[in-house]
């Protein structure tokens, strides 16, 4: 098995999305270059942002069947939401070499051909119906006949006879629709399932949920992942960490800050057992010294993470070069907005909203003054 694949995992949907967003922006070797990995985002469609919609598996997969269609030729793509990077994915799957393209080239075919013979079955249908009508309409008119005219009711019974054998026939044709697209349809899900597996062994780095680590999809894949990095860890308890390391990984990072919410468990009885503890917390207390701190932090103004770095992190946390200019704002000249003030709002009162929701109006009306007065 493959063992240079690296497998990132975040507890949310939204925390992947944004990973798989800076990852299309690049990244930096080393050297300070800049490269664009393969990456696919593996989960359900509807859950993923459109942002990264041309690094899920479906797009692809749709990518492989319907722009190339089994040829070598990278023109074909035709897509300007997709990557260059996800584009070189692509191009060795359709027709790099003739194993891999075999698969996608035959799944377009059966899609092809299940097309065609829906498409048949409908225009037999409209014929049986045809047919079926021109039946009725020849009993209807052999039950007015004159039973002592043999000739025009030897006629009439000939000719809704022949009206039978046709629609029998047409029935013959349909039935033999209904296999050639069943036959296509299972042709076609084999085929994609093979072109996933292609599309996936051929990526560089996989990102989907932790929950989703457990995919068929990824347990089918005959791939171990050499790095598991799980963001957010200090937010996801510790049972969901343990998914993605079935993968017999050689490595893990976790990446998160026990020092914000920890996991949400609504059992009070699973809390008191430590339920909620996540695994980057325990190890952090079992081995402190596994532990290391991002100390210099590029989005906050001074002003406002002298704060959180004396409370929480004992004053050791940096901030980057020239932080106080990149992230100033004309209205910090003004004594009501400094990068960093608390307003005491003394007359508001708590009130209970929809859905056990709380608002505060006199606070409402506080914001919307200060907002004004900007």
């Known amino acids: 098995p493959r063992r240079n694949k690296l497998l990132i995992c975040a507890p949310s949907n939204a ?3 944004e990973i798989v967003k800076r990852l299309k922006c690049g990244i930096r070797d080393r050297q300070g270059n800049t490269f664009f990995p393969r990456v696919v985002r593996v989960g359900q469609s509807d859950s993923i942002s459109s942002t990264v919609r041309d690094t899920t598996l479906d797009f692809l997969l749709d990518a492989a069947l319907n722009a190339y ?13 997709i990557s260059d990077s996800q584009s070189s994915l692509l191009f060795e799957i359709a027709g790099r070499s003739r194993r891999e393209g075999k698969a996608a ?47 025009q009711v030897r006629a009439n019974q000939q000719s809704v006879r022949a009206a039978y054998d046709r629609r029998r026939k047409l029935y013959q044709k349909l039935d033999d629709e209904r296999n050639r697209a069943r036959t296509a349809a299972q042709t076609m899900d084999l ?15 996989l990102c989907c949920t932790l929950s989703g680590s457990g995919h068929e999809l990824m347990t089918s894949l005959n791939c171990t992942f050499e790095t598991v990095i799980i ?42 057992l430590m339920y909620n503890q996540s695994m980057f917390v325990r190890i952090q207390k079992n081995a402190p010294e596994a532990v290391s701190l991002l100390s210099i ?29 990149k992230q100033s704002a004309p209205w910090h000249a003004s004594a009501n907005f400094p990068p960093f003030a ?22 409402v009306d506080a914001a919307t003054q200060l907002v004004l007065s900007l």
């Open 15 to 17: 925390a992947v999305d």
């Open 69 to 81: 269609n089994g040829t070598s030729d990278k023109s074909n793509i035709g897509d300007r939401d």
């Open 105 to 151: 080239t035959q799944a377009a075919v059966a899609k092809e051909d299940r097309r065609t013979a829906v498409e048949s079955q409908q225009a037999l249908r409209r014929q049986v119906g045809e047919i079926d009508q021109e039946i009725r309409s020849l009993e209807d008119a052999g039950g007015h006949l004159d039973p002592s005219d043999l000739a």
């Open 191 to 205: 085929m994609k399932h093979k072109v996933r597996m292609q599309i996936l062994q051929g990526t560089d780095i």
């Open 231 to 272: 963001d957010e860890a200090a937010q996801s308890i510790e049972l969901s960490c343990l998914i993605p390391l079935k993968y017999d990984c050689e490595r893990c990072i976790l990446v998160g800050d026990p020092n914000q919410l920890p996991p949400t468990v609504l059992s009070l009885s699973a809390a008191k």
């Open 297 to 325: 932090q590029y989005r906050m103004h001074p002003e406002i993470s002298v704060f959180p770095s004396r409370l929480f992190y004992a004053s050791r946390l940096r901030d980057g070069p020239e932080m106080d200019k």
């Open 342 to 363: 608390f307003f005491n709002i003394m007359a508001g009162r708590e009130e209970a909203g929809r859905s056990h929701s709380v608002f505060n109006m006199a606070e």
